[in-house]
T-cell receptor, first 112, second 113 residues
Framework: KQEVTQIPAALSVPEGENLVLNCSFTDSAIYNLQWFRQDPGKGLTSLLLIQSSQREQTSGRLNASLDKSSGRSTLYIAASQPGDSATYLCAVIQTGANNLFFGTGTRLTVIP | DAEITQSPRHKITETGRQVTLACHQTWNHNNMFWYRQDLGHGLRLIHYSYGVHDTNKGEVSDGYSVSRSNTEDLPLTLESAASSQTSVYFC????????????FGNGTRLTVT
């Protein structure tokens, strides 16, 4: 069974820092990987979707990379802002399956 | 703007009662999903549907059922609520089954006493 791990579970950084969030998965036969953001008491918002054939995707200050062979993805956030404070989750769809397997998330706090 | 609306936002019920959580989307997506979120487990798939009259079991479907009578709605029913079903429930939809982002509702917090 696919397992998705996100370490650390929580991270605090001062405003303005660049930071990297990590995601690892046990089965490299994936169709795609998605990064989501979740604010307290809210649902998830999709940030980036990377196809298995892609190495990275960018949206504004966010850049997600994928190394399928090693089972790793990173989410890079440039010039962090207090508004970036949220929980970030990654999820993968395995080849031949239709449901997402989610990690438990990294709770990010950006300190003004 | 298109959205997914879940109701109620909070629900307290007693063990053994039947409970239905509503999910309504205006994206006109064929694909709809129900997840539960628990500390330490992340989000786990309960049921999903790829279109009207189509329903499928997910990873943790025991004790839950869904029905899809139109494109917009996928209600989730707990047949006989158990304390283990205390959780936050999220409904989601997507344009394509695998290759497009998921759009989530704001969740329903269910407490079974």
């Amino acid at each position: 069974k696919q397992e998705v791990t996100q370490i650390p579970a929580a991270l605090s950084v001062p405003e303005g820092e660049n930071l990297v969030l990590n995601c690892s998965f046990t089965d490299s036969a994936i169709y795609n990987l998605q990064w989501f953001r979740q604010d307290p008491g809210k649902g998830l918002t999709s940030l980036l979707l990377i196809q298995s054939s892609q190495r990275e995707q960018t949206s504004g200050r966010l850049n997600a990379s994928l190394d399928k062979s090693s089972g790793r993805s990173t989410l890079y956030i440039a010039a962090s802002q207090p508004g970036d404070s949220a929980t970030y989750l990654c999820a993968v769809i395995q080849t031949g399956a239709n449901n997402l397997f989610f990690g438990t998330g990294t709770r990010l706090t950006v300190i003004p | 703007d298109a959205e997914i609306t879940q109701s109620p936002r909070h629900k307290i019920t007693e063990t053994g009662r039947q409970v239905t959580l509503a999910c309504h989307q205006t994206w006109n997506h064929n694909n709809m999903f129900w997840y539960r979120q628990d500390l330490g487990h992340g989000l786990r798939l309960i049921h999903y549907s790829y279109g009207v009259h189509d329903t499928n079991k997910g990873e943790v479907s025991d004790g839950y059922s869904v029905s899809r009578s139109n494109t917009e709605d996928l209600p989730l029913t707990l047949e006989s609520a158990a304390s283990s079903q205390t959780s936050v429930y999220f409904c989601a939809s997507s344009e394509q089954a695998r290759n497009s982002p998921l759009h989530f509702g704001n969740g329903t917090r269910l407490t079974v006493t």
